[in-house]
């Protein structure tokens, strides 16, 4: 069922949960099942690519909607782009937690869009939470751990158990020692930095260096304003929208290898994870 279909009446809570639970099931056969087809797909060398659910649970990776707005929120853009800097697990987690954002996303927008109240959204909701997320589901959470325990009455609840207090402020305590002792580490590093730049006479000239720096597509200079990023094989720089990485994304790359090292090497088998 697609929404706002003619003909149709009101969608129920229920009908927009199948609708986004068929969406579920093609993501998870997507990055699990199919993994090794998706890897394909996801081409770095395309334009800004997507991994959509379908409602019959089947997924398919396409550019985004012309449309605009367009008639469903979309999900997120160039996951083609993150999968060349990344560890195979790596990718899967990045793109199941952005999946599970999608289906919350489009779910919203039906609760919106068709007037529901707050029970009708809760009742949706509830629905959603009882499924484990993609997420969970990729990376391999146990299903005790996805469910949360139940309270059990404890009828001797008016008895305090020994030492419970000092054992709970034990962790936060031992958390404010080590961050106190990396603070003084940093600290201590940053006076020798200084005492060794005024023994030596060592003036660093960032703007002078920033000017020199080029970007190893486009050749041109170093600003303040825009994102760069650089390659940790050969080390060169790069204007951030000329490889095609933002900011965001650049957040999940351990070791980031430019286009034309990642051109130098032949491409590695991916294996189903």
């Not at 996801?42 to 379908?54: A, F, H, I, M, T």
Request: glycine fraction near 6%.
């Amino acid at each position: 069922m697609e929404f706002g279909a003619k003909g149709q009446k009101k969608p129920k809570p229920i009908d927009v949960f199948k609708n986004v639970k068929g969406r579920y099931t093609g993501l998870i056969k997507a990055l699990t099942t199919d993994v090794e087809e998706l890897y394909k797909q996801c081409d770095p060398e395309k334009e800004n690519l997507s991994l959509y659910g379908l409602p019959n649970e089947q997924w398919e990776v396409n550019l985004p909607a012309e449309d605009s707005p367009p008639s469903l929120p979309e999900p997120v853009l160039g996951i083609n782009f993150a999968r060349e800097g990344m560890e195979q697990k790596e990718w899967l987690s990045f793109v199941a937690y952005h999946s599970d954002s999608w289906l919350l996303a489009i779910a919203f927008y039906a609760g919106a869009r068709f007037g529901f109240g707050k029970a009708e959204r809760k009742k949706l909701f509830d629905m959603i939470n009882d499924l484990p997320s993609i997420h969970e589901v990729v990376i391999g959470v146990p299903e005790t751990q996805q469910k949360e325990k139940p309270i059990v009455p404890n009828q001797s609840k008016n008895k305090s158990k020994p030492n419970a207090s000092k054992r709970a402020s034990e962790p936060q305590g031992m958390l404010t020692k080590l961050q106190q002792k990396y603070d003084d580490d940093d600290d201590e590093e940053e006076e020798a930095g200084e005492e060794d730049e005024e023994e030596w006479g060592i003036e660093m000239d960032v703007e002078e260096e920033e000017g020199e720096t080029l970007c190893g597509v486009c050749e041109g200079k170093y600003a303040k304003d825009e994102f760069w990023i650089c390659c940790d094989h050969c080390e060169t720089w790069f204007h951030g929208q000329c490889v095609k990485i933002t900011a965001a994304t650049a957040e999940y790359i351990k070791q980031y290898k430019c286009p034309p090292c990642s051109s130098k090497r032949s491409r590695t088998h991916f294996t189903e994870y």
